[in-house]
């Protein structure tokens, strides 16, 4: 049973900003540090912050020699299951670098290498340099690491879902980087007959790890080390009979070996090589996972536009259904924007309640219009305001809307309606508003909605919304 089903959210994965995990096993997937490290939000600082900061804690005390507090440090991070991320078939097995596996772990640091030598500088360069470190305990560590900020995000998703939470639940360990410790609250979580459940973002999680040790070795060392035996002329160069001279990776797995101790052993050889391949990660960072993509690893269904578009053309119009429309106005524009937009909050309250947002997005982009728009713009976040009016919008809901903008909070919002029947009017408007330095605002209807849709099903997920392009040049232009 998911989430979903468990606490009946009437929602599944697509319209979900949490991966909506299976409570009795795991989903196969794993939160990267490479995709926290990416997040252009305050919440994903927070969590590089923490990984950063733990990582380092735990080297310095190898390198100073206190070995019983680093396995202390590596220790607390126990195996737990609330995350459901993973390998496990069965009942959620975590796999972090718990009391069992700590000792070993600090086994392999103290004496690699790599630690000595300071080519570990992130947690991910353990996939590639450590013995016994790999994808699965990689992602249990990080969600043990950034557990307090995981914690908030619970919370918030709990009250924006409706999922009812526990007084008084250990939270588990939390990082503190100011006392370098590690600390235990009750607070309240959800719980379910399997125990305390924390949720990840989707935003985070992949189906592997940026950085993988086969990967590294075979495409980046290898080629290195095939130019330097030519070079030399070693035993292990092939003349063929084009005259043509080869090393074949092969040899120099036979002769070298293929396990991270030959890692180690030929990056400190080469240490550009993994100066490299990192630069070339950080160029190509990785990609959410799709809706696609959730829909085969968890066996769901995709977005069904056409049911969406139809609940909101079957909604009257009027102040009665203003809530209705409202929602699924957000659940359409979270399976639409996702990627690009995450962590919709609903009725957001600013200037000390005193105004309210109907919907608010984080804008989280790395490619697309969302990402244009914050490269150029103040679009930290996005801001959606919903009219289900029988009427033409005007200059009070144009007011409204951009009125909740700020230098720091975002200047760009959707106004979201039934109908634009002068949209020639309304236009001038919003560029009105925007000469005037008061935000950029985009005003959409339902046929607005539909056209999203198809574009986006058009250019096959790029997230590059046309029509939104186009709205937001008749404001600057």
């Known amino acids: 049973m ?8 009437g929602r599944t994965q697509p319209y979900l900003d949490f991966v909506d995990v ?26 590089v912050s923490l990984l950063q900061h733990f990582f380092e804690s735990v080297l310095n005390r190898i390198g100073k020699g206190k070995d019983h507090e680093a396995i202390s440090l590596l ?13 496990s078939r069965g009942r959620s097995q975590g796999k972090a670098l718990g009391k069992k596996s700590a000792s070993k772990v600090w086994e392999a640091l103290a004496r690699s290498k790599a630690a000595k030598s300071a080519l570990l500088q992130d947690l991910e360069d353990t996939c590639l340099l450590i013995h016994g470190i790999d994808t699965d305990i990689i992602s249990d560590a990080v969600c043990n690491i950034i557990r307090g900020p995981l914690v908030k995000y619970t919370q918030e998703m709990c009250s924006y879902y409706g999922i009812p939470t526990e007084p008084n639940v250990d939270s588990g360990p939390i990082w503190n980087s100011s006392t370098e410790q590690w600390e235990h609250h009750l607070i309240p979580l959800p719980m379910t007959p399997q125990g305390k459940l924390v949720l990840v973002p989707k935003i985070i999680v992949r189906h592997r790890l940026l950085y993988r040790a086969d990967e590294y070795y075979r495409h980046y060392l290898l080629p290195e080390m095939q130019q330097e035996e030519l070079k030399a002329k070693s035993a292990l160069v092939q003349v063929l009979k084009d005259g043509r001279r080869r090393v074949t990776k092969k040899s120099l797995m036979e002769k070298y070996g293929a396990d991270k101790l030959a890692i180690v052993e030929q990056t400190l050889k080469h240490p550009q090589v993994l100066r490299q391949y990192r630069q070339t990660k950080r160029r190509q960072p990785p990609r959410p996972l799709t809706h696609e993509d959730f829909a085969e690893i968890e066996t769901v269904e995709a977005p069904k536009w056409d049911e969406l578009l139809a609940s909101l053309i079957s909604i009257p119009t009027g102040n009665e259904k203003a809530s209705t429309y409202e929602d699924v106005i957000e659940k359409l524009l979270t399976a639409l924007f996702y990627p690009s937009l995450c962590n919709p909050v609903k009725q957001h309250e600013i200037h000390e309640g005193r105004k309210r947002i109907d919907i608010t997005y984080v804008n989280v982009a790395r490619v697309g219009f969302f990402a244009w728009l914050a490269q150029h713009y103040p679009a930290a976040h996005i801001f959606v305001e919903c009219k289900n009016y029988g009427k033409e919008v005007s200059n009070p809901e144009i007011d409204q809307l951009s009125g909740r903008f700020s230098p720091s909070r975002g200047q760009v919002g959707i106004l979201v309606c039934r109908t634009i029947a002068d949209r020639a009017t309304l236009t001038e408007r919003c560029r009105d508003t925007a000469n005037d330095h008061r935000g950029f605002i985009l005003p959409l209807d339902d046929d607005d909605l539909r056209e999203l849709i198809n574009g986006q099903l058009k250019y096959d997920g790029e997230h590059h919304f046309p029509l939104l392009r186009e709205l937001f040049n008749k404001l600057v232009m």
């Open 2 to 9: 998911k989430v979903s089903d468990y606490y009946k959210l």
């Open 22 to 47: 299976r409570l009795d096993t795991d989903v196969e997937v794993f939160v990267d540090p490479a995709a926290v490290r990416i997040l252009s939000s305050a919440w994903g600082t927070e969590c």
């Open 75 to 87: 220790a607390s991070l126990n195996e737990r299951n609330e995350f459901h991320l993973g390998y």
